[in-house]
């Protein structure tokens, strides 16, 4: 056997760790370059910066790590692909089918993707800060930490979606859908939710400290041991909600409807504690 001198084995170490990453197979960029489709194909790696790859097929393709920041993808059909550790920067995904497609860490920073279909696609620690979500279906869709900062998501449908220890801070979710969805944990500090229906919700332990809740339905939610400090409460149909352990320190309620609501324990804007039956 052939034996290795000791003076060599850095070399070796750094040649191996600075080789270049293997890209996707070259027929299958050739065919998609010119067909702008490929089902199933493997394009890992592979650089589409600020291209127009509008109403592009790329069904169940593998972009792992792929860089299609600033691109137009707009109505592509990406469904079930797998991108996660793509770069999807400020790429224009409005109407794309992205349905159980696998974006885990995926940088969506300031992405379009109006209308997109994400139904149970996989998020997990995506970057979505100031991405766009109007009108997106992210049905059963998991976003378990992902960011979603500054994010627009009003209309948005995400039922019984997961969102557990999401940073939503300041997100718009004017007239979304969550009904029965995950946001334990979660981080909602000024956050708007105006006219959202969120019935069975799942809020406890999150933070939606400064959050607007305007005529939101939230019957039947959970705010258990969560922070509601100086949150703007006004007509919110709160029937049922379970607010035991919650810090509502200078929240504001008005109008509301808390029929059968559970404060036990909850830390009161006027500073008492909530009664237990």
Same mark, same amino acid.
């Given at each position: ?6 003076? *060599? ?19 299958? *960029? ?142 718009? *979710? ?8 995950? *946001? ?94």
């Amino acid at each position: 056997m052939m034996q290795i001198k000791p003076s *060599l084995i850095p070399v070796l170490l750094f040649l191996t760790v600075a080789s270049p990453v293997r890209a996707g197979s070259p027929a299958d *960029l050739a065919n998609f370059l010119s067909k702008q489709s490929c089902v199933q194909c493997d394009l890992r790696y592979e650089t589409f910066a600020h291209k127009n790859l509008s109403g592009s097929v790329l069904t169940a393709a593998y972009l792992f790590n792929a860089n299609f920041s600033h691109c137009n993808l707009s109505a592509a059909n990406l469904e079930s692909a797998i991108l996660t550790h793509a770069d999807l920067k400020r790429a224009d995904l409005t109407d794309a089918n992205l349905a159980k497609a696998h974006l885990q860490e995926v940088d969506l920073y300031g992405a379009t993707l109006r209308g997109a279909n994400l139904t149970f696609s996989q998020l997990d620690e995506a970057k979505l800060e100031a991405a766009e979500l109007t009108h997106a279906v992210l049905t059963t869709a998991s976003l378990v930490k992902a960011n979603l900062t500054d994010a627009f998501a009003s209309h948005a449908k995400m039922r019984s979606a997961d969102l557990r220890q999401a940073n939503m801070m300041r997100i718009d *979710l004017t007239s979304a859908d969550l009904e029965g969805a995950n *946001l334990a944990g979660a981080r909602l500090n000024g956050a708007n939710l105006s006219v959202a229906h969120m019935p069975r919700v799942n809020l406890s332990g999150a933070d939606l400290s400064g959050a607007r809740i305007a005529y939101t339905n939230l019957r039947q939610a959970s705010f258990r041991n969560a922070r509601l400090v100086n949150a703007v409460i006004d007509g919110a149909n709160l029937r049922q909600a379970d607010f035991s352990g919650a810090d509502l320190t200078g929240a504001k309620f008005s109008s509301v409807s808390d029929a059968e609501a559970n404060y036990c324990g909850a830390k009161m804007p006027d500073g008492s504690v909530g009664a237990c039956q």
